[in-house]
């Protein structure tokens, strides 16, 4: 049976093998306000468009623009006037890796909740994980927090790992 170090240090190496083959594309700040959701998303779809297949581009739009939202709504980019969103977009062998940096919260941490029917929002991270071959955040008292999404690579590496989760053995 394997245990919980050698399955992190395993999911750790398919996360190095597969950043060595990213190539960056670009990054974007913008302002921690809603409007900023639609102009990620454009500068996105842009940037994407040469880069991968269409339907592969729609998907990390869409999971692209939850990450931001969430980042205004949950974080100090969207209660500070002068709060931030930073959005970062790589690609390499077919897959699309997608970050998105926001001020942190003081209050709250990323985190895939249940759903019902009766909710009208929090489906940003379960559309995340449901969608996206691997999918982390971890948390830095300088930067903030950064959520991260990879899509368009194999299920094998279908995961979701976290600062918390990689230091817990």
């Known amino acids: 049976m394997i245990g919980r170090q050698e399955l992190h240090e395993a999911r750790f190496r398919d996360q190095v093998a597969i950043a060595r083959e990213l ?9 921690g306000r809603a409007a900023s959701v639609g102009d990620a998303r454009a500068w996105a779809r842009r940037l994407l468009a040469a880069e991968v297949a269409e339907e592969l581009a729609d998907d990390a739009v869409l999971l692209l623009s939850e990450l931001i939202t969430n980042s205004i709504v949950h974080s100090d980019s969207g209660r500070n006037p002068d709060g931030l969103v930073t959005v970062v977009l790589a690609t390499g062998g077919g897959i699309a890796h997608c970050e998105v ?59 979701a790992v976290s600062s918390v989760d990689a230091t817990t053995s």
């Open 23 to 31: 190539r960056l594309l670009g990054w974007i700040q913008l302002p």
């Open 101 to 159: 940096i926001d001020d942190g919260s003081a209050t709250s941490v990323p985190v895939v909740r249940d759903l019902s029917e009766e909710d009208a929002g929090g489906r940003g991270l379960w559309m995340v994980n449901a969608m996206a071959d691997a999918w982390g955040f971890h948390h830095d008292d300088e930067v903030g927090n950064v959520v991260w999404f990879r899509i368009g690579g194999s299920p094998a590496t279908a995961h």
